[in-house]
């Protein structure tokens, strides 16, 4: 019997340790990790400069505590900076904790300047913000809320792809819209960059805020430092997460000067957030995945992937429906529910996880070798040619 409260539907398999792509489990199996700890673990298992980083950084500092100077977190923001948007950076331990510390920016902001009415955030319907108590709310979903009121007030949804719910949904109280550039859990969903575009222009117009969700497909996951790099469009704010820690828990939210006016001593604070050993980490992880090699590295590896997928989808076109994603966040759509599959894969030693709308989401290291992405895809083959 477990002590572990069962708020977690585990498969039956734990890992002694791993190396790069692959985890070699307890019963001394050998898989090829495509979950990598939901795309957090961007450089694969014990990276050996990540090993390094963590092995002198925790000889000398771990925590001292946001009452003073922390240069660690100082060369981060720089580096986060100087690659993106942001003219500033607040650091969190986690993807919800990003994402409402986002929303209370946005929130602040507006009363700064003296309208703090303008308070209401617009988000996707069961899009995915986190767990906490403001990002279930923020989602939408029945699922991640039920049992969980009072509703959190604040947030108001428009679905999908609903260009004019979304324009009749903002009124005089909107802060902020709040979308993931690529939806994650709810499916591999991308939002074409003609659509931030247009929204970005929207936001301008009705004078509101717009805020990025990129926790999951952020971090040179897409191919990009940023998912929605390529379409110019230059957001507000913008929480990450997962992938900057290469597997340490980092979050941090971005923002621009203009909303950066809002946060004045004591308005928003964390005990953990930006110690000396994760912004050790995160720094290693910055200096390997924002420099262009490797990111066009990424694009190619993702081309290869895509291309044999498709592959696969038009030899299989009853079992898969589509091939969706960008960069190395990839979904594979079947017409029906994707356990049992993600099962077969498993026993062929791949792990996928799945996501909304029967989705099997691929999410391999970022430096995954071209041999690693040739054994998945004949494994994701072999699957398919037994599958009814
Ligand atoms: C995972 C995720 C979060 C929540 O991150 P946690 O670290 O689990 O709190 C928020 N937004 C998106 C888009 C995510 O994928």
Excluded at 31 to 45: K, P
Excluded at 105 to 129: D, E, M, Q, T, W
Excluded at 264 to 284: C, E, K, Q, R
Aim: glycine share 8%; aromatic share 10%.
């Amino acid at each position: 019997m477990s002590n572990l409260a069962k708020n977690y539907n585990r498969k039956k398999i734990s890992f002694k340790y791993g190396k790069g792509a692959y985890l070699f489990s307890t019963n001394k199996k050998k898989y090829l990790d495509f979950v990598q700890g939901i795309a957090v673990n961007s450089l694969g298992h014990a990276h050996p400069k990540l090993v390094s980083t963590i092995r002198n950084q925790s000889q000398k500092l771990w925590h001292v505590s946001n009452a003073f100077q922390i240069p660690e977190g100082e060369k981060l923001a720089q580096k986060l900076c100087k690659k993106t948007f942001a003219d500033y950076v607040i650091f969190q331990n986690s993807g919800a904790e990003a994402t409402e510390a986002s929303v209370k920016v946005a929130r602040r902001y507006f009363y700064s300047i003296g309208k703090p009415n303008k308070n209401r955030i617009l988000c996707i319907k069961n899009s995915f913000h986190g767990r906490t108590l403001a990002a279930i709310f923020a989602s939408g979903s029945k699922k991640m809320t039920e049992g969980f009121g009072p509703k959190i007030a604040g947030f108001d949804h428009f679905k999908f792809g609903d260009h004019e719910s979304l324009k009749n949904k903002i009124n005089k109280n909107t802060a902020a819209i709040m979308i993931e550039t690529i939806m994650g859990e709810g499916g591999i969903k991308v939002i074409p960059d003609w659509c931030l575009r247009e929204l970005r222009k929207l936001c301008d117009k009705k004078k509101i805020l717009l805020i990025l969700d990129e926790v999951q497909c952020g971090v040179a996951r897409s191919g990009d430092f940023f998912a929605f790099e390529k379409s110019k469009v230059k957001p507000d704010i913008v929480p990450i997460a997962k992938g900057i820690g290469g597997g340490f828990p980092i979050g941090a939210v971005l923002m621009n000067k203009k909303v950066a006016t809002g946060i004045i001593p004591g308005s928003h604070g964390s005990t953990f957030g930006g110690n000396p050993l994760a912004m050790s980490v995160g720094n290693t992880v910055m200096d390997i995945v924002s420099n262009k090699k490797f990111l066009k590295n990424v694009k190619n590896l993702s081309r290869y992937f895509f291309l044999n997928l498709n592959k696969i989808k038009h030899k299989y076109p009853n079992i898969i429906k589509d091939i969706r994603g960008k960069g190395l966040l990839i979904g594979i759509q079947l017409y029906k529910d994707p356990n049992i599959f993600i099962k077969k894969l498993m026993d062929k030693r791949l792990l996928t996880i799945r996501a909304a709308e029967n989705i099997i989401r691929i999410l391999p290291p970022l430096n995954v070798k071209k041999k690693e992405i040739d054994i998945s895809i004949k494994i994701i083959s072999k699957v398919c040619e037994n599958f009814k």
